[in-house]
């Protein structure tokens, strides 16, 4: 079942000579539970896709639909609630908020929701990310594989359709960096979510199911990993 699909997606900045075209009628489809891995250099135009496909960025021309949906002809108010309910973002630098707990942290897209936590998914989030003992610390408090781990556990307590990762372990040591590695791929297998990485490291890339590799703002190869 395809989950994403982008249609000849431009993005543009500038004009005449300093028009840079970031990206340059880029396709490509997604099924759900899919993990794709979209590798580039930098300034490949890898993170704009991505924060394209989170509904961060407005493309300068094409479509993106998830689920079947036209993300690009919502309004401003539904795109909001599009980020919120349907993408869960994993960032290099995680982007905690500095005043809340752990619990707080990965449940605070809910409550912005005005939804009611699920418990008994939340514990279980916790106990998939080792967090148990840690829900009562601040980020200051933890490591920074700690502090990516309740990333992923905010990324997921939506149940997103997709959950998009740019540079993941970008800040992290190689050791946490493998955690992290091991935690997107089991909750891709264990709850089958569809999940889209950017990464320039080709290595990392390859725990992938699939690699997307974009250079000046084409995909110049799309592939299985076998």
């Known amino acids: 079942m395809e989950i994403l699909k982008v249609d000849d997606l431009c993005k543009r900045y500038g004009k005449g000579?300093?028009?840079?075209?970031a990206l340059d009628h880029v396709n490509f489809s997604v099924e759900k539970g899919?993990?794709?891995?979209?590798?580039?250099?930098?300034?490949?135009?890898?993170?704009?896709?991505l924060h394209i496909l989170g509904g961060v960025d407005r493309p300068t021309s094409g479509k993106v639909y998830v689920e079947g949906e036209d993300v690009y002809k919502l309004n401003e108010t539904n795109l909001a609630i599009f980020r919120r309910r349907q993408v869960g973002l994993i960032y290099q630098f995680y982007n905690l908020i500095p005043i809340?707990?752990?619990t707080e942290n990965m449940t605070l897209p809910i409550l912005l929701d005005n939804k009611k936590v699920d418990e008994n998914y939340l514990n279980e989030l916790l106990e998939t990310l080792g967090l148990q003992k840690r829900v009562s610390h601040l980020p200051n408090e933890l490591s920074g594989g700690q502090q990516q781990r309740v990333s992923i556990g905010r990324a997921l307590m939506n149940h997103p359709a997709l959950l998009l990762a740019d540079e993941p372990t970008g800040n992290l040591d190689s050791k946490a960096s493998k955690e992290i590695i091991e935690l997107l791929k089991l909750s891709n297998k264990?709850?089958?979510?569809?999940?889209i990485m950017i990464t320039h490291d080709y290595n990392l890339a390859l725990n992938a199911s699939r690699i997307i590799t974009i250079d000046d703002g084409r995909i110049i190869s799309d592939e299985k990993v076998k």
Do not use: D, P
């Open 17 to 21: 000579e300093t028009l840079v075209k």
């Open 34 to 49: 899919e993990f794709v891995a979209i590798v580039g250099a930098s300034g490949s135009g890898k993170s704009t896709l």
């Open 100 to 102: 809340l707990n752990v």
């Open 190 to 195: 264990k709850y089958k979510q569809t999940i």
